[in-house]
């Protein structure tokens, strides 16, 4: 996920994609994804924030325990790099989308502020 190709990127996603269709469930495949999270690329952080959305729009929260996910998802708010702080926004406003004020909640804990 962390090529310099977008190509490849693109095909990444979607190989992970189709094995949490096929092979394992999703929450299985995120657990060894969240490394992700902290990798030294800085495509490699953000490949995962964009496939986090993707899987999102695919799957929905159900397959998901989006509290193990969202404190990586508010470390890279951040990142130093911008194109990471802004997927990772992206992932958290999709998760708002799919499960509404509990994020708010989640995040506040967390003392991110709610807006």
Known sequence: MGDAKDKIRDEAQNLTLKLMDEVAPPMYIWEQLASGFKHKNFRSREGVCLCLIETLNIFGTQPLVISKLVPHLCILFGDSNSQVRNA???????????????????????????A
């Open 88 to 114: 990772a926004i992206s992932a958290v406003v999709e998760i708002y989308r799919h499960v509404g004020e509990k994020l708010r909640f989640d995040l506040c804990k967390r003392d991110i502020p709610p």
